[in-house]
């Protein structure tokens, strides 16, 4: 069986702004339950999913950050270091010509 959450008595302008806080701290659908969630337990509920939200955020990208670091080393990337200005004004006029003929 289970068991209900203890809900709160709340006023209504402590739900809008829950419900506000939860739309501005969530960027996307997913995360959004649980500041809803959190919302019926307090502000320091919701405090807490935005931090524990954003700690986790800054850990995985700066795993993602090092992990890719660590593969960049791994490739030989003395053509692209050498011939670096010609790659980049290619990839700009493709660009451009790309997107004025095809866009």
């Known amino acids: 069986m289970l068991r209900s959450a203890r809900v709160c008595k709340l006023k209504p302008a402590t739900v809008l702004l829950t419900m506000a806080a939860a739309m501005v701290?969530?960027?996307?659908?997913?995360?959004?339950?649980?500041?809803?969630?959190?919302?019926?337990?307090?502000?320091?509920?919701?405090?807490?999913?935005?931090?524990?939200?954003?700690?986790?955020t800054?850990?995985?990208m700066l795993f993602l950050v090092g992990f890719t670091l660590s593969g960049l080393h791994r490739l030989n990337l003395h053509f692209?270091?050498?011939?670096?200005k010609r790659i980049t004004g290619t990839v700009l006029i493709l660009t451009g010509v790309i997107g004025f003929f095809g866009g």
């Open 25 to 56: 701290f969530s960027p996307c659908l997913e995360i959004e339950r649980y500041f809803l969630s959190a919302g019926a337990f307090g502000n320091a509920a919701i405090i807490s999913v935005a931090l524990i939200y954003t700690l986790i």
């Open 58 to 60: 800054i850990l995985g």
């Open 80 to 84: 692209m270091e050498h011939h670096e």
